[in-house]
């Protein structure tokens, strides 16, 4: 089964935490991600991806002129008539128009970089009218970082054509030169290629060494074009990911939002589970309970010794009605958790577990109590995958603090393979952490072991 890697993994010896940021860039071609005999020096210009690269940098140059021509000209065109009313409306169009160019940018970058950026956040229109949609074009952050495309991008896409065009030019140039250096002396009428040339003297490339060399020093400039090509589209993946996508904020927000739902409805499934939990159990226990004590009390004074097993019965029903309570009430919220903190809570549940389980936490300082909670839920999911999946013989929990960061980690020698995917338990915890800015890495190959790594933001308690 596949092992699901998360954004981040923070080791404790090492001391890394939780990533700055979140990848953007998301799409691969499985093509290139293959295993090949040929090191990815040599082959890189004969891969589709150099290729796709330097198509991408040919056309930003016609693309850019127009682009730019289109802005600097309705720009400076709805400036001017900005002392009428015709100058609002002009101004718009070219904002929309660098929108568009913008959205054609994006579906290029796709097709040719594999980048994947979203589209920016859409016009927020109060009403309707084309004076509304003339006023969100303007307020809108997205319609003036596509302007700054189009005139940023000109003179970067003039430098990489250039410099592309030129050492590709070059290397393919010199490369093939021992297949066509015998043109100069048939066509030209001088020896070979002209390396240097004045009034008196004159040195060509024309003898097997000099071509062997040139030949050679053609290798090396194709075989380091590719990669030349590939760090300039990297400034255009930076500008396209920049001012084309949506800005942070809007990123965030929309983060929150799914956040949110998923918030909602893991209360709701809670709140389902509980109810359930109640109905099914103990208050079915306690009907039934009360219906025996009714029995028992018609008999009390007929059959007086049936009556007192009936009582006796309804006690051990009533134990089992407590126990299911405390049952429920620690899958709410132990209270050992409330009162000891996550060391002594951890060490309970870890006693519950039908294997060994060492636990360490190292914490100076206890985390604020709904982090605390999700921490607990967590080591007791995990725990449980373990007795009931893992076939482990023994597991560990270790729980410690990077800067900003709580970590977990849950670690056994059963059978492996567990898995994200597929609606899985783990889908779900690692869902409940993502609502929280949390993290959930599993490491488990077939055969084993299992080691699951949570991160989760850390907030102190006082705060």
């Known amino acids: 089964m596949a092992t699901e890697y998360g954004q981040g993994y923070a080791q404790r010896d090492s001391g890394l935490g939780?990533?700055?940021g979140h990848p953007t860039e998301y799409a691969t071609y499985a093509t290139e991600?293959?295993?090949?005999?040929?090191?990815?020096?040599?082959?890189a210009p004969f891969e589709a991806r150099s290729w796709r690269e330097?198509?991408?940098?040919?056309?930003?140059?016609?693309?850019?002129?127009?682009?730019?021509?289109?802005a600097v000209t309705m720009v400076s065109l709805g400036a001017g008539l900005?002392?009428?009313?015709?100058g609002i409306p002009v101004l718009a169009a070219g904002l929309a128009g660098c929108r568009l160019f913008g959205s054609l940018e994006r579906a290029r970058a796709r097709g040719l970089l594999g980048l994947e950026v979203a589209a920016p956040e859409p016009l927020r229109m109060r009403k309707p009218g084309a004076m509304a949609w003339m006023g969100a074009v303007l307020k809108s952050g997205s319609s003036w970082r596509a302007l700054l495309y189009a005139v940023l991008h000109l003179p970067w896409a003039v430098f990489s054509f250039v410099v592309s065009v030129t050492a590709w030019s070059i290397g393919w140039s010199l490369l093939t030169y021992p297949?066509?250096?015998?043109?100069?002396?048939?066509?030209g009428g001088q020896d070979g290629l002209q390396l240097y040339g004045d009034e008196t003297h004159h040195v060509y490339l024309d003898n097997p060494f000099e071509i062997t060399v040139t030949a050679l020093v053609g290798l090396l400039f194709t075989l380091a074009t590719p990669w030349i090509v590939r760090a300039l589209t990297t400034v255009d993946r930076m500008l396209v990911h920049g001012l084309l996508g949506p800005s942070r904020l809007a990123t965030r927000v929309v983060e929150l939002e799914s956040d949110r739902g998923v918030v909602v409805d893991t209360a709701a499934a809670d709140l389902r589970r509980i109810e359930r939990d109640l109905h099914d159990g103990a208050q079915a226990r306690l009907v039934a309970l009360a219906m025996d004590l009714g029995l028992a009390k018609e008999k009390l004074t007929e059959d007086p010794e049936a009556a007192a097993r009936m009582v006796d019965e309804a006690h051990g029903e009533v134990k089992t009605a407590l126990q299911e309570l405390r049952d429920l009430a620690r899958g709410i919220h132990p209270a050992v958790l409330t009162d000891r903190g996550l060391d002594a809570a951890l060490s309970s549940v870890a006693s519950r577990c039908t294997v060994p389980v060492q636990v360490e936490v190292d914490l100076v300082e206890r985390p604020a109590p709904a982090i605390e909670g999700i921490a607990y839920f967590t080591v007791s999911e995990l725990l449980?995958?373990?007795?009931?999946?893992?076939?482990?013989?023994?597991?560990?929990?270790?729980?410690?603090?990077?800067?900003?960061?709580?970590?977990?980690?849950?670690?056994?020698?059963?059978?492996?393979?567990?898995?994200?995917s597929g609606g899985s338990g783990l889908a779900g915890l690692a869902e409940r952490l993502d609502a929280v800015d949390g993290i959930l890495v599993v490491d488990s190959p077939v055969g084993g072991p299992t080691r699951v790594t949570a991160e989760l933001p850390w907030r102190s308690e006082r705060v």
Not at 33 to 43: F, I, K, V
């Open 54 to 70: 330097f198509t991408y940098v040919l056309l930003s140059l016609p693309i850019s002129i127009l682009l730019y021509t289109y």
């Open 18 to 20: 939780h990533p700055t």
């Open 33 to 43: 991600t293959r295993r090949h005999r040929l090191p990815a020096g040599l082959r």
């Open 384 to 420: 449980q995958n373990i007795s009931k999946h893992s076939r482990a013989t023994w597991a560990a929990v270790d729980v410690w603090r990077v800067d900003h960061r709580l970590m977990l980690q849950v670690v056994d020698n059963g059978v492996g393979g567990a898995d994200t």
């Open 179 to 187: 297949l066509w250096f015998w043109l100069f002396p048939v066509y």
């Open 82 to 86: 900005l002392v009428t009313f015709l």
